[in-house]
């Protein structure tokens, strides 16, 4: 009967961590996010999708669809302020070929328009490590869209 219970044992935690796609952050990064905005005294929107989103300057140009070509300046970090990725001069990139936070989020913006993203993992990288990016983060983009093409 011990060797039953072990191979068990064993079975199930071969499986629970063969399969990293079946962890699920929503509530840890649900939590991680409300825990920011109060820290840093932010008032963020909430989208459908769990997206929070503050814009933080207008803008006064278009609104891109999610399927537009978009100018974007940015810089990328995690919760506890730990810088990942940058570009302050600007990268044009379609919002098809970004991740879904990217996708949805930049929609928010005019085209001139600065602001936040406070993008939960499942529409970031998801619970796997992704180059560099360890699965199950909550990412932070301080966004300027510069332009819609």
Known sequence: MKKITLLFAFFSAF??????DDINYDAK???DIITYLTKNNLTAKKSNSGLYYI??????GNNPTSTS???VAYKGYYIDGKIFDQNSSGIKF????????????????????????????K???????????PGGSVLI?????????
């Open 29 to 31: 990064n649900e939590a």
């Open 123 to 133: 529409l970031g990288y998801g619970s796997k490590n992704h180059s560099g990016i």
């Open 94 to 121: 379609n919002l098809q070929r970004v991740i879904k936070g990217w996708t949805e989020g930049i929609t928010y913006f005019k085209e001139g328009g600065e602001g936040v993203l406070l993008i939960p993992s």
């Open 15 to 20: 499986l629970s961590c063969s399969n990293d």
């Open 69 to 71: 070509d978009v100018t």
């Open 55 to 60: 814009i933080t300057k207008e803008g006064s």
């Open 141 to 149: 983009f301080d966004i300027k869209l510069i332009k819609v093409h």
